[in-house]
């Protein structure tokens, strides 16, 4: 059973999962706006793996016998002023996710929730991960600049993406 302080910080999380894939999203409408295609299937894919992150949190709260609050999810803004823009908001974002994991694992610690710890290393793990991707992208867009070539070659990069 899981505790309802826990169960409500981990619907709270299932949000928050579910607006970073609304922004990338809208990350992703954006690039399509700015016919970068290949930013735009990066930051889509990406929004399909928050989807995942909010699922497997959906997931584990109803096999410890608690049920998901929903509440309404924040709508993210639709431009920014270039590449560079976009994936510095997505580094900051995604250091952010790492504060709120990090902060529901002291939860789970403060609550001696074990299996609500153990479900959480893999975000922990995962949260390098992302924060990795992204600030690697940032570098690169500030290495090559706004140079047009070189930015649709990123583009190309970035759309091998599966």
């Known amino acids: 059973m899981i505790s309802?302080?826990?169960e409500s910080a981990l619907s709270k999380q299932v949000n928050r999962e579910l607006y970073s894939a609304y922004l990338y999203l809208?990350?992703?409408s954006y690039f399509e706006s700015v016919s970068l295609k290949g930013f735009a299937k990066w930051m889509r894919i990406q929004a399909k793996e928050e989807q995942a992150h909010a699922m497997k949190i959906y997931d584990y709260v109803v096999a410890r016998g608690g049920k998901v609050a929903f509440?309404?999810?924040e709508a993210p803004k639709g431009?920014?002023?270039s590449a560079g823009k976009v994936f510095e908001e997505t580094y900051a974002h995604e250091q952010k996710v790492t504060g709120m994991i990090n902060a529901l694992?002291?939860?789970a610690k403060k609550e001696n929730d074990h299996a609500t710890f153990e479900m959480l290393q893999w975000f922990v793990k995962e949260q390098v991960e992302e924060e990795e991707h992204?600030?690697?992208i940032l570098n690169q867009i500030r290495i090559v600049g706004d140079i047009p070539g070189h930015l649709f070659w990123l583009d190309h990069q970035l759309g091998k993406r599966e």
């Open 71 to 73: 509440m309404d999810i």
């Open 26 to 28: 809208a990350m992703s």
């Open 4 to 6: 309802k302080t826990m």
């Open 134 to 136: 992204s600030a690697d």
């Open 105 to 107: 694992v002291d939860m």
């Open 79 to 81: 431009k920014w002023a």
